[in-house]
């Protein structure tokens, strides 16, 4: 089985689940202030679940794509939408500031 490695928690889960039922089942903190209560809900639409990820996951799709091609996000970052992600393999999720996730500085990293 996978493990994700997020806000200092060790998770286990399928394989092909889905990074952000992942987090969120899980007791992560995902979004960033008012985006906890104003996101998509998982559709892709709001990229408000941006995250770094490192590891084995699925191709980026076209909703993950696209969304990301549009302000604040950038196409060349290297962030993924939780929400159009599934986990392959072990992964590591670091989550940054910013109501997209999009800042520099980090919000929590895989170990702390």
Request: net charge positive; charged share 20%.
């Amino acid at each position: 089985m996978p493990q994700v490695v997020a806000q200092g928690k060790l998770i286990e889960c399928e394989s092909q689940a889905n990074l952000r039922k992942v987090l969120l089942e899980n007791g992560i903190d995902l979004y960033n202030g008012g985006s906890k209560l104003i996101n998509c809900r998982g559709i892709g639409s709001c990229g408000t679940c941006a995250v770094k990820v490192e590891g084995e996951v699925s191709a980026a799709n076209w909703r993950d794509q696209t969304r990301r091609s549009l302000p604040p996000h950038s196409p060349t970052s290297n962030l993924r939408l939780a929400c159009q992600t599934q986990v392959l393999g072990d992964v590591k999720i670091t989550k940054f500031d910013g109501f997209w996730g999009q800042g520099s500085q980090l919000v929590w990293t895989p170990e702390g």
